[in-house]
């Protein structure tokens, strides 16, 4: 299974972009999909979930401007980035929290998120 991120892109500070991912087939016991990211010289994080059952956690940096939805059956989702700031500039993973592993074990190949000031 690949996991395919894509809407990155350059956008201006306040800005917004919509960040997609999608798996290439149906894919069982997602519990949990994810948004991390990483940027130059620092460690990736986790920016953003959903569980299977609808419930989304944030982190504090990004409260209030980035919304995740998706649905784990059909193996998409989505982050909606809105009043971006020059240091959300990171390139930007899904990935996918599987039962059967307890991990996040799949993931997709990044996508570059540029906010310019």
């Known amino acids: 299974v690949q996991l395919q991120a894509s809407g990155g892109g350059l956008v201006q500070a306040g800005g917004s972009l919509r960040l997609s991912c999608a798996a290439s087939r149906s894919v069982s016991g997602i519990k949990v999909m994810g948004w991390y990211r990483q940027a130059p010289g620092k460690q990736r994080e986790l920016v953003a979930s959903i569980t299977a059952r609808g419930v989304e956690d944030y982190a504090d940096s990004v409260k209030g401007r980035f919304t995740i939805s998706g649905d784990s059956a059909k193996g998409t989702w989505y982050l909606q980035m809105n009043s971006l700031k020059p240091e959300d500039t990171a390139v930007y993973y899904c990935?996918?929290?599987?039962?059967?592993?307890?991990?996040?074990?799949?993931w997709g190949q990044g996508t570059l998120v540029t906010v310019s000031s």
């Open positions: 990935a996918a929290y599987r039962v059967l592993t307890a991990s996040y074990d799949y």
